[in-house]
């Protein structure tokens, strides 16, 4: 009797320990610091002249480029290392992570999301970002709607241990590459809902030439309404996810 005892009791702290090392993917975790290289916006030209001669009609075709009152862009670089500690923050091991790859979450949510909810944002989600920065996709190239497409394709991840597909009709888009085109791979943007708060989801690419012909890890937009002369700015809280 005594030996089958010991037996079981091996047993089950063999299951116990099995069990401990089941793979729980780690959840999106707060930025610990953000530090601001640069930040620049596009440039407006001068006037361009044209002679007036009384007694003339003349036809034009006039065209500029126009700074959109919508977006707010973010790029740059990404550093972190991979820990395991405890839940007091004390680290037990850790690794740098020297190619990094995972995602950039941003939010307007002073509250952190609920990452158990988390999936893509549908037609309700970004109809209701699109009124909460005063466009009307109808009149707005720059509306969300018309600048997020559920038909971008994008790799796949994960948001802990939720599987966010290329394939379900999320809402993407792809940022621009050094030939001032989306780019084919690299730096695509997917928007998630927790079911309250919409989270602007950027996939980093490690090392990936950017719009300005420079290597960056991540491109991104977030919303923010300039429209009507508005010129208050808006905190965005973000997450990094390291895998």
Avoid at 18 to 34: E, Q
Avoid at 66 to 93: E, H, M, P
Avoid at 110 to 124: D, E, F, L, R
Avoid at 197 to 206: E, K, M, P, S, W
Wanted: proline share 2%; net charge negative.
């Amino acid at each position: 009797m005594k030996g089958q005892r010991i037996a079981w009791m091996l047993f089950i702290l063999l299951f116990v320990l099995a069990f401990s090392l089941i793979d729980i993917k780690a959840l999106p975790s707060g930025v610990g610091g953000i530090n601001v290289l640069s930040s620049s916006r596009y440039g407006i030209n001068g006037g361009s002249n044209m002679t007036a001669l009384a007694g003339n009609v003349t036809e034009l075709y006039v065209s500029a480029n126009g700074i959109t009152q919508t977006w707010q862009g973010y790029f740059g670089n990404v550093s972190g290392k991979i820990v395991l500690g405890d839940a007091n923050n004390n680290t037990f091991y850790d690794w740098n992570a020297a190619n990094p790859v995972g995602e950039i979450y941003a939010t307007r949510s002073s509250s952190t999301p609920t990452w158990s909810s988390i999936k893509c944002a549908n037609v309700t989600n970004v109809n209701a970002e699109d009124a909460a920065l005063g466009t009307n996709q109808s009149v707005a190239a720059d509306s969300v709607n018309n600048t997020f497409l559920n038909t971008t394709t994008f790799n796949s991840f994960y948001v802990g241990s939720i599987y966010i597909d290329s394939t379900s009709g999320c809402y993407a888009t792809k940022m621009y590459n050094a030939s001032q085109q989306k780019s084919s791979s690299d730096f695509a943007e997917v928007l998630l809902s927790d079911n309250t708060n919409l989270v602007y989801t950027a996939i980093i690419d490690h090392g990936a030439t950017g719009f300005d012909s420079r290597t960056h890890d991540f491109e991104m937009l977030v919303g923010e309404n300039g429209h009507n002369g508005d010129i208050a700015v808006t905190p965005y809280y973000f997450y990094l996810e390291l895998g």
